[in-house]
């Protein structure tokens, strides 16, 4: 079952300068298990980067305590830390990758004077220094994995940034971790090389059952690969919850901004207030809202409506997405009909586990 | 022949023995090199140290930063000429003497340390941050980052603030040649210039130039070699 990987608990950094302090980090608890891709968004300087950071503790916090892979991390030694450190590997935005090193030096960098287990002819085992031709065997592997095989001799600089970012996760996984932190790995890259990127991880999340904790400030991404979110502002974790649950049921109006990002609900909705055919409904005709997720999806909603219960749907805005594999719906549409007849339709669409949310265009706000 | 001895009447009876052009030059080469050898370890060792030191360093440790830095800082502050004489009972304690170019090591390896160290902290400083943060997330231990990454990464860098501290040291070798060390310096003034024999100093400038290019031209070379 679920078992948590990453256990953050009453997290907080506080970075103290002469004349002010910065509560970065405030007390944030995060529970990761195994598996998850987790994305933590939010914009920059809401204390995403430093609260990823508290996880290997490149930042220690103030106060809390940090749990990950079944270790108390603030009570290790250095040396046991740095063990630790091995098996969360970290990807970064502008990759920092040794620009006097090649590919594969790059990727082997973490490898070198590294010890391996063996197991002797009669069966003890023994730890050994590792073999230059296991460090190659590996990074050819590993460069096999991210696509750049033939660019193993190149260096850094000779490659674009999505290379790059390939070069920053096969040097990653090189220590062969469980856990992969992204700080903005696909910040600086244009979109199609972000869904290039955001593709492998998901692949390595299939593939190697690696756990992937993904901080951006873009939804898309979270939306292409992660399963849970974590929406962070000034410090704190504002909203969180699986993938559709936050897509379907956003709270915070941050989440919201942040949604519609992706599929401009919001927008869409001031867009078609302003539409005549809206502007001069006449009651009982309403402008409603209709979210759907999963097997809803599935029913002719529309010609149900109609043919059940005479109420005809004007679409004024549509939008399917696919979230994990489940389609998830956002309907603009006007209903007409008589008033009974809207209330029993609303009455089914409940039953029909469809969102409706009453979007009145003469008042501003919306009504439950 | 007839043109050199024309040329350079007063050099040619000088060409060897004491005091002469080959073993000035020899003097020269001597002071550079063991300047260069001593106060090149000890200025890469106080740079990095500086570095690791710093607030933002990975040793952070700021009454340690302070005294090297405040070291660094006031050795730089005084001319090269008073340091000289002020060194001298220093020199001679540690030498047993104050005279000659294993002497005038002490003043130039004090005056050129902290030049150096300041230019090794600079060129280290030049290394993305982000690089030693993903060693040190990668696991790597501070003395690891140092060598795997801080002197790899700033290897070109540290070649050309290497070079241009060989250079100046140099020129330092000149001036401590005129207060007894020997070398091309103390020919061109003790000589050359004293004895008004004008041809005696342009050939002590000439080899001084030739040793100058010599090691831009070999310094270039690595740093072109380093270049990705």
């Known amino acids: ?368 | 022949m007839n043109i050199i001895e024309k040329l350079f009447p007063n050099v040619i009876p000088i060409w060897t023995g004491d005091g002469g052009v080959t073993q000035s030059i020899g003097q020269t080469l001597y002071m550079t090199f063991f300047t260069a050898l001593i106060a090149g370890v000890l200025g890469i060792l106080i740079g990095i140290f500086l570095v690791l030191t710093d607030d933002h360093g990975l040793l952070a440790n700021r009454p340690v930063y302070w005294i090297l830095d405040k070291i660094v800082n006031i050795f730089r502050a005084i001319p090269f000429i008073i340091l000289l004489a002020v060194l001298n009972p220093f020199t001679r304690l540690i030498v047993g003497t104050g005279i000659g170019p294993t002497a005038a090591l002490v003043p130039l390896v004090l005056g050129t340390t902290p030049f150096f160290a300041r230019q090794v902290q600079n060129a280290l400083l030049t290394i993305d941050p982000g690089v030693i943060e993903a060693a040190e997330a990668m696991g790597l231990s501070p003395a690891a980052i140092v060598f795997r990454v801080y002197l790899r990464e700033g290897l070109s860098e540290l070649i050309r603030v290497g070079v241009l501290t060989i250079i100046s040291v140099i020129g330092l070798t000149a001036m401590a040649g005129a207060v007894g060390g020997g070398g091309l310096g103390n020919l061109a003034i003790a000589v050359g210039y004293q004895r008004f024999q004008n041809d005696v100093t342009w050939v002590a400038m000439i080899f001084i130039l030739i040793l100058v290019f010599l090691i831009q031209f070999i310094g270039d070379l690595f740093a072109k070699r380093l270049h990705h």
């Not at chain 1, 969360?88 to 082997?108: C, E, K, W, Y």
């Not at chain 1, 932190?181 to 390595?204: G, M, N, R, V, Y």
Request: net charge neutral; charged share 25%.
């Open chain 1, 1 to 368: 079952m679920a078992e948590p990987l990453i256990t953050l608990k009453q997290v907080d950094v506080e970075f103290k300068e002469k004349t002010r302090s910065v509560h970065a980090v405030d007390h944030v608890d995060l529970t990761v298990e195994r598996g998850d891709i987790y994305g933590i968004v939010g914009y920059s300087g809401a204390g995403k980067s430093t609260l990823v950071r508290t996880i290997n503790l490149l930042q220690r916090p103030t106060s809390g305590t940090v749990s990950v892979l079944g270790q108390d991390m603030l009570k290790l030694d250095a040396a046991k830390l740095r063990q630790e450190r091995r098996r969360i590997g970290m990807i970064f935005q502008h990759f920092n990758l040794m620009n006097s090193r090649t590919i594969a030096d790059n990727v082997a960098f973490p490898l070198k004077g590294t010890k391996v287990t063996e197991t002797t002819a009669d069966g003890k085992k023994i730890w050994r220094k590792i073999k230059k031709s296991e460090i190659n065997q590996k990074v050819s592997d590993l460069l096999e994995l991210v696509g750049l095989a033939d660019r193993a001799t190149a260096y850094p600089n000779e490659l674009s940034g999505g290379q790059k970012q390939r070069v920053g996760i096969a040097r990653a996984l090189a220590s062969d971790p469980e856990i992969l932190i992204s700080d903005e790995a696909t910040s600086a890259l244009d979109p199609k090389t972000t869904s290039s990127i955001l593709d492998l991880l998901a692949h390595l999340n299939q593939k190697l059952g690696l756990t992937i904790v993904l901080i951006t400030h873009e939804m898309e991404a979270v939306k292409q690969i992660c399963n849970k979110v974590a929406v962070m502002d000034e410090g704190r974790i504002i909203e969180r919850g699986t993938l559709l649950q936050i897509f379907a049921q956003p709270h915070e109006q941050l989440t919201k901004d942040f949604i519609d990002t992706t599929i401009q609900i919001e927008s869409a909705i001031a867009a078609v207030r302003k539409q005549p055919a809206v502007r001069d409904l006449q009651a009982p005709d309403q402008l409603v809202r209709l979210t759907y997720v999963g097997a809803s999806t599935d029913q002719p909603l529309v010609a149900t409506l109609f043919k059940t219960y005479n109420v005809t749907a004007n679409i004024l805005f549509g939008d399917i997405q696919i979230l994990q594999g489940t389609p998830f719906g956002n309907l603009l549409v006007v209903l007409s009909g008589t008033q009974a007849d809207l209330d029993r339709a609303f009455d089914y669409l409940q039953q029909s586990d469809v969102t409706v949310q009453h979007l009145s265009a003469n008042q501003e706000g919306e009504q439950a």
